[in-house]
């Protein structure tokens, strides 16, 4: 069917290079898009369920297998809900190890999908495979600069996937100074790599796109946002983490698995790398914000295909907050603060790779869970993403199928979507009549 | 010559964890001469696994169509992996692609063979199905012939990654 017909369909049966599975209809009517449903048909995840009756203690370890890929995002917002929840404060050395731990996973979520999955999308090949010929620099680069991210989350966490360190309170047993020290040479070999990533992807030729966002993230009196802060918005919302269920609301989409966040009264909006870097560019390190300006980069980005290159400089961000960390690293005198047991609820919010991660916890007098509730990133973009491809597909109508089915998929990409963790996706069909 | 045996898969979603359950019975008999550790399938990671042995050995579950609890044996650094074993990894980067990305960088290490197990559900939950925990216990008595007669020197006790 070509491009100058006025009833078009095109049909992807599983879209590559997306954490989990699912799938994209989009109806267009003489070049009008009539209907964009993200379907998400991967059987929905139990963990809400799984988690009642479970003791509060089990709670991070249980959560950081809802994702492979940012497994430390969920039990950083699972500790913070519980300490909530239980009037737990840890100490100034014990949140900067927390921070630490974050670091690496940003670094190696950031680096695979930037280099290995999206990357393809912009330099025309069908996958980072497909890139080693012409590229094999960056594919290096890339799986040297991750295998860093992944040596910092195993020396913090315990081992890469999965870590198994973190505990309400702190940690099970701290890293000494010498081993932190030692892995120094290592993340300063990566900053110089992430310096030439960000001018890498810089250099990518982007759509002509801008979105009117409402941007959602963290924001921190003095820190780019990771484990702390208050709920912001581009369009004034300030809110304590405790109140977010009387902002954001979820809603059954019919036509997907996974439940779809709003916030209340305005609808879609925008968590992530995007949102992070447009709600607080003054918090980033001076060198990450240089980097930014020479590759082109606003202190605002509009442009969700830009979100490489925002990918690229939080990835340089999270080398040199590391680095700093490291050279402060003082271990905490007692790796875990005392926890007593009492009924509660308590809320945590933490940036992962992805965004906004939201959990919330109901304990009883035991510290038995009696309810619980996660809010992944991916769930709460999801009618972004449709808002985006509703623009974007009128402006394309000229691409042959084939490309505009490509420009699609990469447009879904931007999001690095997680939809193991949302519950779910993906498949894509495009049709015209 | 080091030799490591990688289970592959995801254990929360049922026959997807048939290689991940291979590695756990290879620990708890005890293994001499090899290094056991597990996977979810993150081909990077994968990829870092390949480059640290000689010789390595992956033990994943796959959805090709076969009859459950088809066993398939592939000498992957002789061929690359069929096209069917690309699709069981729900991330879309799984061993197939792992393998092939370190052919690619030459990173492959001299010998790779992987054992495929056909499983017919991958739903949420932990229990294998009747026909693959058959299989898993065929693949188990095969991956410890395989390690008895590679050559190389013999460790006490099992190296546990």
Known sequence: MSASDSRRTIRVDALARVEGEGALLVRLRDGRVTDVQLRIYEPPRFFEALLRGRLYSEAPDITARICGICPVAYQMSAVHALEAALGVVVDAPTRALRRLLYCGEWIESHVLHVAMLHAPDFLGYESALHMVPEHRDLVELALAMKKTGNDLVALVGGREIHPINVRVGGFYKVPEKRALRALVERLERAREGARRLVALVGGFSFPEFEADYEFVALRHPDEYPMNQGRLTSSRGLDAAVSDYEEHFVEEHAPHSNALQSILRRRGAYHVGPLARYSLNFDRLSEGARDAARSAGLGPVCRNPFRSIVVRSVETLFAIEEALRLIGEYEPPDHPQARVEVHAGTGHGCTEAPRGLLYHRYQLDANGLILAAKIVPPTAQNQRS?????????????????????????????????????????????LERT | MSLLVIG??????????AGREVARRLREQGVVGARVTECRGDAAELLEA???????????????????????RIEAHQEPLPQALRSASSHGWGVAEAVELARALGRLPQSVVVYAIEGPCFHPGPDLSPAVR????????????????????????????
């Open chain 2, 134 to 161: 058959q299989a898993v216990e065929r693949v188990t008595r095969r991956v410890r012939q395989e390690i008895e007669r590679t050559p190389g020197p013999r460790r006490a006790g099992a190296d546990v990654a």
């Open chain 2, 8 to 17: 592959v898969g995801n254990r929360d979603r049922g026959d997807d964890g």
């Open chain 2, 50 to 72: 390949l480059s640290g042995a000689d010789r390595v050995i992956v033990v994943d579950a796959a959805l090709s169509g076969a009859h459950p609890g088809t066993v398939l």
């Open chain 1, 385 to 429: 993403i449709e808002d985006d491809l509703r623009q974007l597909v009128p402006q394309s109508l000229d691409l042959p199928d084939d490309k505009l089915q490509w420009r699609c998929e990469q447009a879904i990409r931007n999001y690095d979507p997680c939809i193991s963790c949302a519950t779910h996706f993906l498949k894509l069909t």
